[in-house]
């Protein structure tokens, strides 16, 4: 009577042929943690990958430690890969958030020679040609109607006397400004104050207080 073969028990390298499939996970999972956003959940799955594949004993133990590494570094530079994400873009909105404003400044200078006196207020622009649409900040998120304040300068005002700016809000660390001459420069926000303090600006500076005080960035 013929015996029936019996069946062997899994050799030495199967807990490691599965402690090798967590490795590759982890290092793949290790990689992919290096993407913004998506990073700090991926690592933490990566580490876990790797850690159970080496108490596995699993022979690709390369693989595994790289996928650990690669995760805690995800971990570590995310905060730092988002904000070059950021710094960018930021900057390229405050670059249109100057173009708006130097159009603004056109019209305010077509009008002025027109008229031979600044528009009395932003309406007043708009209605004479300046498309409404530029007085919206690219970065504001405070949903307002309009973005930037204006205030037409007093009579022989001084050439560098601010007639709009960024509302509170607008940009991180500073502002945009529109002098009388219709040039825009970027000021930080201890400049702007410092700006501001002078005496060429001051009905310029406590109307914007006002206006501030009334509409609240969110």
Same mark, same amino acid.
Request: glycine residues 2%.
């Given at each position: 009577m013929s015996r029936k073969p019996q069946a062997r028990p899994p050799g030495p390298g199967a807990a490691s042929d599965k402690g090798s499939g967590l490795a590759l996970a982890a290092l793949i999972l290790g990689m992919a943690a290096l993407i913004p956003v998506l990073g700090v959940a991926l690592a933490a799955a990566a580490v876990g990958c790797g850690i159970v594949a080496l108490a596995r004993g699993t022979a690709a133990r390369g693989m595994a430690v790289a996928g650990i590494t690669l995760a805690v570094f995800g971990i570590v530079e995310a905060p730092a890969m988002?904000?070059?994400?950021?710094?960018? $873009?930021?900057?390229?909105?405050? *670059?249109?958030?100057? !173009?708006?404003?130097?159009?603004?400044?056109r019209g305010y200078l077509l009008y002025e020679t027109a008229h031979r006196v600044p528009p009395p207020d932003a309406e007043t622009l708009i209605a004479a040609g300046t498309d409404e649409r530029l007085f919206r900040c690219p970065s504001a998120r405070a949903g307002r109607a309009r973005d930037y304040f204006y205030r037409p300068p007093p009579p022989g005002a001084d050439a560098k006397t601010l007639v709009a700016c960024d509302l509170r809000g607008n940009h991180p660390g500073g502002r945009n400004v529109l002098d009388r001459t219709g040039s825009v420069r970027w000021l930080s926000d201890g400049d702007f104050r410092a700006e501001l303090a002078l005496p060429r600006n001051a009905r310029f $500076?406590?109307?914007?207080?006002? !206006?501030? !005080?009334?509409?609240? *960035?969110?």
């Open positions: 988002i904000l070059l994400v950021r710094i960018p $873009a930021r900057q390229a909105e405050r *670059s249109r958030c100057a !173009a708006n404003l130097t159009d603004i400044g $500076a406590a109307a914007l207080r006002k !206006a501030e !005080a009334a509409r609240p *960035s969110k």
